[in-house]
């Protein structure tokens, strides 16, 4: 049976560096008897122009099918000023919303030929390798009420609000302990237990499912704030942070920096296994659609690379083909090909696709 995939390019920088991608699946497809099923749609921006709408109920039809969604990115500052629902980061918001995908995973991890892009000294940041799971169905982006409203005094009001329930903090913080349980043992919930009842409740209920299921694995608890700080400070002594949405939002992309690029960093959204045994997945760069960069074949692709190199591993269970693209991609950074995100002065930044073409050739060599 072929695998279906649907392939959401998105705005920005996203189309030019989903078409890396899709090159390293059709080599997967031609070479390595990766059956696939390819679909491409609309989101964001793009679809906005299109159709009206930032995501059609028959793209989220779709992505509820098929095996694996690959997602570029979305957002384009021509449609700022459209009303907040139909913006063009409606697309993940919604895509998140209406698959149930709660967990979202966010490597940061230190490619050693990149040390010296980092922000950090190389002593505090070599062989760096931690995992951020940001819940991303809850909290503050999707609590009611919410809303601009004005007062009888004709002033106005914004209001959002940060709503956890147990189950919902249970089920992220269970994929936060069974990853652990494969990587170095140790989790680290982050709230603010001190100013917020949300995050009270939070670490209530992490301990209480620590104590009940995961008593192997390693737990601690960090205030939000100090995590930012420990992050810059000591960032290895982190394995996995477990967090809420917009803590989660905010923590991986100051962890991304560690690395020496946020267009280095992938991810993957997961949710429940359905009665297929089957698990809704998304996967996605963590940067932008970067509107400043987009349309000049100068944007880091590694980051949507190694995305597919998640949906490999943990959708299609192509183990080995997911490592091969880690593999090549380190080896084309220890070769010296840099784009401009990631160049130290003096070298000369590849495009976008000789960056991609790089990966492809190394590809082959490797396989
Ligand atoms: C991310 C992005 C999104 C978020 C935006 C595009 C809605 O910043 O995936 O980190 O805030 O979740
Ligand atoms: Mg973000």
Known sequence: MAHKLLLLPGDGIGPEIMAQAVKILNWLRDTRGLKLEMEEELVGGASLAVHNHPIRDEVIAKAKEVDAVLFGSVGDPKWKDVPFDRRPEVAILKLRKDLNLYANL???????PLLSASALKPDVVRGLDLMIVRETVGGIYFGE????????????????????TTSEIERVARVAFELARLRQGRVCSVEKCNVMESGLLWK??????????????ELSHMLADNCAMQLVRAPRQFDVIVTGNLFGDLLSDLASMLTGSLGMLPSATLGSVNENGKR?????????????????????PLAQILSLAMLLRYSLKRLEDAALIELAVSKVLESGLRTADIATDGVK?????????????TLAKLA
Do not use: C, W
């Open 106 to 112: 966010r490597p940061a991890q230190l490619f050693d």
């Open 145 to 164: 009420p919410r809303g601009i409203k004005t007062l009888p005094d004709g002033s106005r009001v914004g209001i959002n609000t940060e709503v956890y």
């Open 204 to 217: 209530e209920v992490v301990t209480d499912l620590h104590q009940r299921d995961y008593k192997d694995v």
């Open 280 to 300: 809704a997945a998304l996967y996605e760069p963590i940067h932008g659609s970067a509107p400043d960069i987009a349309g000049k074949n100068i944007a880091n």
């Open 349 to 361: 930044a590849v495009s976008t696709e000789e960056m991609g073409e790089a990966v492809l050739k």
